[in-house]
């Protein structure tokens, strides 16, 4: 039931952010701006000390539940994983320690010193926001131009044609890279990005060591099958030491 309800509440938020980014006419921005402002990074950015709280309270009680429930890109590379058919693919990591704090530390740094570019390169609302406005979108103003087609030989006027032009080579190189590079990591280990290289995961994994319902072992009852561990899309259940 547990899973069901973060499935359900991942895919609507999901669905709504994405929709928000592709929305070329600016009618659903007064109805799900409000999604952008409850993401960990733009509420740090923007001084919002409740949104804050809430996300790190949040974490204090149920662990990481943004990166699986709030973040678009967390959610995104549970889809991509699903390519992956094959059944409990997943197994332990430990932490890559030399790669996610180096990480986080220039991030920190890029923020501070007003670096743009970099900060907004390693953000994972932005990484997304980038793919999707510069690689969805366009997909999707065509197959409204198509639709308007159709609808204009049958005398409708429901949809209109719009222009579909490309922003920014380099901006549309770097939402391509990374495409490439999350579908490959999530296709072979799930949350890899999540685990390694985004700072927020990062940040957020400092209050998720105290969370409450982090998961726990019965050590009489375990059974050492490896299934939790195969089934950890984060690769963080390691039933050997429990």
């Not at 991509?80 to 430990?94: D, I, P, T, V």
């Not at 990484?127 to 159709?150: D, K």
């Amino acid at each position: 039931m547990l899973k069901r309800i973060r499935t359900i509440l991942a895919a609507v938020v999901f669905v709504l952010i994405t929709l928000l980014f592709l929305d070329f006419t600016g009618t659903l921005h007064g109805w799900l701006s409000w999604l952008a402002k409850i993401q960990f990074l733009p509420a740090v950015m923007a001084l919002n000390v409740v949104v804050v709280a809430v996300l790190i309270i949040l974490t204090l009680i149920f662990g990481r539940i943004y990166c699986s429930v709030i973040c678009p890109l967390g959610v995104f590379q549970d889809l991509l994983a699903r390519f992956h058919r094959k059944k409990n693919k997943y197994s332990y990591s430990k932490e890559v320690r030399w790669l996610r704090y180096p990480v986080l530390v220039v991030f920190v740094i890029a923020g501070l010193a007003g670096i743009g570019s970099l900060f907004q390169l390693l953000a994972p609302y932005s990484s997304y926001g980038r793919i999707a406005t510069m690689i969805f979108q366009p997909l999707w103003m065509w197959c409204n131009n198509l639709l308007a087609m159709v609808a204009e030989h049958y005398e409708s006027y429901a949809f209109y044609s719009v222009d579909v032009w490309m922003r920014s080579l380099p901006v549309f190189m770097i939402a391509a890279v990374t495409l490439v590079v999350l579908f490959i990591l999530a296709w072979r280990g799930g949350r890899t990005y999540c685990n390694t290289i985004c700072p927020v995961g990062t940040i957020l994994s400092f209050f998720a060591r105290f969370s409450w319902f982090k998961v726990h072992f019965d050590v009489d009852k375990c059974k050492n099958c490896s299934l939790c561990s195969k089934n950890c899309k984060a690769a963080c259940i390691d039933y050997k030491t429990h």
